[in-house]
């Protein structure tokens, strides 16, 4: 994907007003993302994700398993793992912004600058064609109340080079609902007000830009959302195609952050609303949660890519070994494949949190889903 040389560091940078425990968790589950696929790819990841049985249970999936993995307990640590792949002479390819005084532009695959900027979620009006912009605009933080009124619907939307995804930078309003803004709110000078859409399907386009940069599609996957519109997992294989159009777009918008420097891979949040309305809603340039399943079935089913699968994370107070022996069954059975997971105790965490990616895979789309709820009510999520 990146060629020889390269580390990928997944985690997002702690944002020097932040207090260093805020989104801990989730902060080191996606550094640990990477592993199950990396192969000789060295990985800059969190210790919790390399919890013996979750790598031994990898394994047995038959998965490329990194093999030069460079843990980190904390922050400290952290940043002595950059600092020693650099100077190993790796360059990094940092998936969310990292401090250039810890990773200076001439060591890395793409800059902070431009990653910062395609994720923003303010950019997306510069890429993306005017036929598929969702409306919104972008609001200074003195004018927030009166943008967003009680009385109706809207999403909310950090709009900073700094923003790390993992919905931790999104707000959903229902109207009539109390309004609770999410911390962002005081910490940046603008946000952005989006209309809120009445989604009929809902799509991630799956892209990559390799070394030679040329943007290629990956795959189309349909996203699982919750009551309030939050991500839950991902349906891969047997979706429903977006139209040409559309997906010819997100190719191109993927080729224009191909041609000003970027590489990686890309996912492309878009949406069909109940009125016919098309829209790509967030631009994610960096590995995401669709990534990940469909490497690892590239790397070991690929007649499955055309089947129907569906991916859950599940998370738990128990340690991980636990729930990955309370999964031995299913996982004999077959049609189940873990593809990572991270384990607080093997980091300087306080919180005792562990959490499994999984996919769920078959020949009847039914049977698939059927599965991945039994296994939701077994474990939780």
Known sequence: MYGPGVAVCARPALEPTEPTHRHRDTRDVLSARPIAVAADTPVICSAGGTDPALLGVLRDGGLPVGTDLRTFRGELEFAARVTEAISDGLLISAEYPQPTALCPDARAVKSAQLVGYLNNK????????????????????????????????WVLKAATNDAHGASLDVYLHLAGEPIVLPAFTDLLGEVV???????????????????????????????RVDAVGVYAGGRFGLVTPPPADLLAECVAVAQRAADVGYRGFCSLDCAQTYDGQLAMLDLNFRITSGSIPLLALRSIRPDALDRPAESVKMVGAAPLAELIAALRPELAAGGLLVVGGHDTTHTDNPVRQSTLHLLVFGDDPDDVTIRRGALEAKIGH
């Open 122 to 153: 303010a950019s997306i009006s510069t890429f993306v064609d005017p036929r598929f912009q969702a409306r919104r605009s972008v609001v200074p933080r003195a004018e927030l109340a009166e943008a967003a009124p009680a009385e109706k619907s």
């Open 193 to 223: 007000i989006e209309e809120y859409l009445h989604i009929l399907r809902n799509w991630g386009i799956q892209l990559y830009v390799g070394a030679d940069g040329t943007a290629r599609l990956l795959a189309v996957t349909e996203q």
